[in-house]
């Protein structure tokens, strides 16, 4: 009898990996491409017009997107063209060149396309080329293999920030942007996701892929969870060399499913780490502007340990977006029986204490994306991407630092929990005027 339960317990268990290897939105629709984002609605001639300079591209320091990587390089024998989908152990720098479209394509044209509110076609985005910098020296540890690293170990931090620095001076916000992927995809994958969004921020700023070893894999899910908490440290190291050998005025966050272990777990970090520094000090320090969780696969509880520990101390806003319609975390959630950070919170089951908290920390912002359009697509966990109205919040938020009732959001009533309205994008455009009207905004 006993022997008759676990085989079943163990194949549900089965079942149900492979149905969330098979509907997961974080998992790459090609090996080595996607397709552009549809164009956030706020974007066109009644909203806002990102690509202001006739080219933006043209003044690039550099051609392509930095990244960041705790993977194992690929050998000449791999079959991964740049880097593994296995631990690295070390943090290694590089730039990637990214390409749009089937062939040569003006900046005009690439200029129509992404604005273009009803596509017919598809534009996808795929990685040309890629040139590693070097190991960031702080990731050497007492068990790295020295032999395999060059002696010139400053070389490649110095080169990495100057890159930053220069992108900066010619931009008109000197902030750094970093995206960190989900699980079950390839190297390639944040890299073209940055460059999408970079791509709609008309690259201003410095955009950076941080992309951690996660694995393409049908067992991928349970073993990618647990590399998201190894890669915690990576991250946090990279943030700390951002912070100390770069002129950026802030650094700003966006982690999506899985990868949101990574960034919360970083967070909470540098929270242990600075106990004993009130919370202006720490984000002079570190300079952490806007976190940002979408679609977070994380127990719930985990995250409310971290605001309990302080976490909120580090970045001047921590934003989570919530779906009642993510069908991914709704397995997740039945795997672990516990609520993921990114589900809406069922009725009655936020206490009111838990309430109180929440109103009461003003740097936390829970955003809930059920009404906005096209949060349900597909399988309704890529929704940052596939939804004009959430990729508009967001995009939004980096661009002008809006706060939520500035960006048309309503709050609800009986929980700290804002939502989309049905005029959301009207609203939308007359906090971003009103945000115009600011000097030096």
């Not at 777990?265 to 919370?279: K, N, R, V, Y």
């Not at 359009?373 to 991407?385: D, K, L, Q, S």
């Not at 980096?398 to 009533?413: F, H, T, V």
């Amino acid at each position: 009898m006993l022997r008759r339960r676990l085989s079943g317990t163990v194949l549900s268990l089965f079942l149900v990996i492979m149905l969330i290897m098979n509907v997961s939105g974080c998992a790459s629709r090609s090996p080595y491409e996607i397709n552009l984002m549809p164009a956030p609605e706020i974007y066109g001639e009644e909203g806002v017009d990102p690509f202001i300079v006739s080219n933006p591209t043209a003044n690039l320091p550099y051609s392509g997107v930095l990244y960041a990587t705790d993977r194992e390089p690929a050998g000449e024998k791999d079959k991964e063209q740049y880097y593994r989908n296995e631990r690295g152990h070390l943090l290694r720098l590089g730039l990637a060149n990214i390409e749009l479209g089937t062939g040569a394509m003006t900046w005009e044209e690439a200029r129509r396309i992404s604005l273009l509110k009803d596509r017919t076609g598809s534009y996808p985005l795929r990685v040309v080329v890629v040139r590693e910098i070097g190991v960031l020296d702080r990731s050497i540890s007492p068990f790295t293999d020295l032999s395999s690293i060059p002696v010139n170990l400053r070389g490649p931090a110095k080169e990495f920030s100057s890159m930053i620095d220069e992108r900066l001076a010619l931009s008109r916000k000197k902030d750094i942007y970093i995206y960190l992927h989900g699980y079950k995809v390839i190297f390639e994958n944040p890299l073209l996701v940055a460059a999408e969004l970079w791509h709609f921020l008309a690259y201003d700023g410095v955009f950076i892929a941080f992309a951690w070893p996660s694995t393409p894999s049908r067992w991928a899910y349970l073993y990618d969870l647990e590399t998201a908490v190894y890669s915690s440290r990576s991250l946090r190291l990279f943030l700390e060399y951002l912070a100390e050998e770069t002129s950026a005025d802030r650094i700003h966050i966006i982690g999506y499913s899985a990868g949101t272990r990574v960034v919360t777990g970083a967070l909470q970090q540098i929270t242990l780490m600075t106990t004993d520094e009130d919370s202006s000090a720490v984000r002079r320090k570190y300079r952490i502007g806007n976190v940002i969780l979408v679609g977070s696969d994380l127990d719930r509880g985990i995250v409310g340990g971290y605001l309990v520990d302080g976490l909120l101390r580090v970045p001047e806003r921590l934003t989570v977006y919530l779906s009642a319609g993510d069908q991914a975390l709704g397995l997740s959630r039945w795997i672990f029986g516990r609520q993921r950070l990114g589900q809406i919170h069922e009725e009655g089951s936020m206490s009111p204490a838990t309430v109180q908290y929440l109103r009461s920390e003003q740097n936390f912002v829970a955003i809930d994306v059920s009404d906005a359009e096209a949060a349900t697509a597909g399988n309704g966990h890529a929704y940052f991407r596939k939804s004009p109205w959430v990729s508009s919040d967001i995009l939004m938020t980096l661009l002008y630092d809006l706060k939520p009732e500035n960006r048309g959001l309503a709050l609800m009533d009986e929980l700290p929990l804002w939502t989309f309205p049905s005029d959301y994008i009207e609203r939308l455009r007359k906090g971003i005027a009103a945000a115009r009207e600011v000097p030096d905004r």
